[in-house]
């Protein structure tokens, strides 16, 4: 039992020590994504309490370039394991500033979230995402609650359109957009922005 609280001791102080060191080293992220990973833009995401496991592999597949983007891309290229490791455990400590829904298309937006759409084959977000939006980490499906509107409304249309690449679990989501209207994924962005 000691041996195995000791583990425990051990790891939390690996965390901490390693979110500490992402600390030193998002300053650079900060112009985009705020000092503490709550971006004011709203075409950026907001990557306070993200999974650590979910963006360490969206660091690598911009430093991959399976995911393009002409800011992060670069951002990435030169990023360590330990870097991004160190950034991962930084923003996951950090708690996201939530946003809020508005009413006109709160029901359709609870509606494809929760229940997805028989008819046209639209999953619902619940079952990958969870009933709050925290994502799996184990998974890595990410935390969505919270998340901009503008940006996750693009980062659907971009796998509708193919613009953004679906490569191993994230396959699921262009299958999910390409069925979506853009009513729906206007609506369900909408509710995701002020889920909790």
């Not at 112009?31 to 309490?49: E, I, M, Q, R, V």
């Not at 990410?142 to 249309?157: D, E, N, V």
């Not at 299958?175 to 909790?196: F, K």
Request: hydrophobic share 35%.
């Amino acid at each position: 039992m000691k041996k195995h609280i000791f583990a425990i001791c051990i790891s939390i102080s690996s965390i901490a020590v390693m979110a500490d060191a992402g600390k030193d080293k998002s300053a650079v992220c900060a112009a985009c994504h705020g000092a503490d990973g709550n971006s004011t833009n709203a075409l950026w995401p907001k990557l306070a309490g993200q999974h650590e496991s979910y963006i360490v592999q969206q660091l690598k597949n911009f430093q991959s370039d399976d995911r393009q983007d002409p800011s992060m891309s670069p951002q990435a290229a030169n990023l360590s394991e330990q870097d991004m490791l160190d950034l991962a455990a930084y923003f996951a400590s950090e708690t996201i500033n939530g946003g809020s829904t508005s009413k006109d298309s709160l029901m359709l937006g609870q509606k494809i979230y929760r229940g997805g759409n028989k008819e046209t084959g639209v999953s619902a977000c619940i079952a990958c995402h969870g009933p709050s939006g925290k994502g799996n980490p184990a998974a890595k499906y990410p935390a969505i609650s919270g998340q901009h509107a503008a940006y996750a409304l693009k980062q659907l249309q971009d796998y509708k359109s193919g613009k953004r690449k679906a490569t191993g679990k994230a396959e699921i989501m262009r299958d999910i957009a390409i069925r979506m209207s853009e009513a729906e994924m206007q609506a369900v962005t909408n509710y995701i922005q002020g889920l909790y």
